[in-house]
């Protein structure tokens, strides 16, 4: 009976540090950044909640793997491992929420580097422009210059001919 109710208080303790653990780092990640532009501390927040949430997944393993082997010294063996999944499934969903957020936060962020790279296109459009029409107006000259040429020789060559005939 003692050794039960070690046990007992040994799941109470992991089910309530693993709660407890799991709200705080969640509230503590999961909080927004002062300003909405700060974009890089967004990326890091992405990062770090992605990192909590497979720290999460990890302890929820460890947590359960130990409430499992402490159900096989009770006597009711099943309700002690079903209420060791729940346990597990009640972390696993805090870490899906935090990877759910996360993601909406990166689609935020990637959704303004668009926005920010089309914007620099719109902005750098006249610029390419002006060089697109200087490397036109360089080629069209060395066309030209190629094409007096090619008609330069031509006629030294039809020169040599008249004069090699007369």
């Known amino acids: ?84 999944k729940k346990s597990l499934r009640a972390s696993e969903h805090e870490a899906k929420r935090i990877e759910v957020e996360s993601s909406e936060i990166k689609r935020r962020i990637q959704a303004h580097d668009r926005e920010v790279k089309m914007q620099r296109r719109i902005d750098e459009a006249p610029q390419r422009a002006a060089e697109s029409a200087k490397r036109a107006e360089q080629i069209h000259l060395k066309e030209e210059d190629a094409q007096q040429r090619m008609e330069k020789k031509q006629a030294d060559i039809a020169a040599r001919r008249l004069s090699g005939k007369n």
Do not use: H, Y
């Not at 039960?4 to 780092?25: E, N, Q, R």
């Not at 130990?66 to 096989?72: E, L, R, T, V």
């Open 1 to 84: 009976m003692k050794q039960v109710m070690k046990v007992l208080w040994v799941l109470g303790i992991l089910g309530v540090l693993s709660t407890s653990t799991t709200a705080a780092l969640a509230q503590e990640v999961v909080a927004p950044p002062a300003q909405a532009e700060d974009w890089d501390a967004q990326r890091t927040q992405v990062e770090a909640m992605r990192k909590q949430a497979q720290q999460m997944r990890e302890e929820a393993k460890n947590v359960n793997l130990a409430a499992q082997k402490a159900c096989w010294e009770k006597f009711l063996v099943s309700s002690c491992i079903d209420d060791a």
